[in-house]
Nanobody
């Protein structure tokens, strides 16, 4: 399975970006999908995840109300709509996919995308 993320870039504080991650290969094995991020000098953190079975979602407290995760199962694609961006959202964002129904931590992730850089200027 390969994950290709796109949509990162430079945006001013208060702006919006939409990240996309398309899975290819043996995608029938993929169920849970998620977005993580890693800022310089910090650990990778779970931003948001979405389950395969019922589409239930998880958001980190820092992004609740600003970010929205969604998925298109037919296209094996997961999206992250990011609104009201803040400088502290600056990080490399990684797409993740897993055999399990949902992703709750980085430890159990089976597949990682290469990451896309999001830079929010103040």
């Amino acid at each position: 399975v390969q994950l290709q993320a796109s949509g990162g870039g430079l945006v001013e504080a208060g702006g919006s970006l939409r990240l996309s991650c398309a899975a290819s290969g043996r995608t029938f094995r993929i169920h849970g999908m998620a977005w993580f991020r890693q800022a310089p000098g910090k650990e990778r953190e779970l931003v948001s995840s979405i389950s395969s079975s019922d589409g239930s979602t998880y958001y980190a407290d820092s992004v609740k109300g600003r970010f929205t995760i969604s998925r298109d199962n037919a296209r094996k694609t997961v999206y992250l709509q990011m609104n009201s961006l803040k400088p502290e959202d600056t990080a490399v964002y990684y797409c993740a996919a897993d055999y399990s129904d949902a992703i709750y931590s980085a430890i159990s992730v089976d597949y990682w995308g290469k990451g896309t850089l999001v830079t929010v200027s103040s």
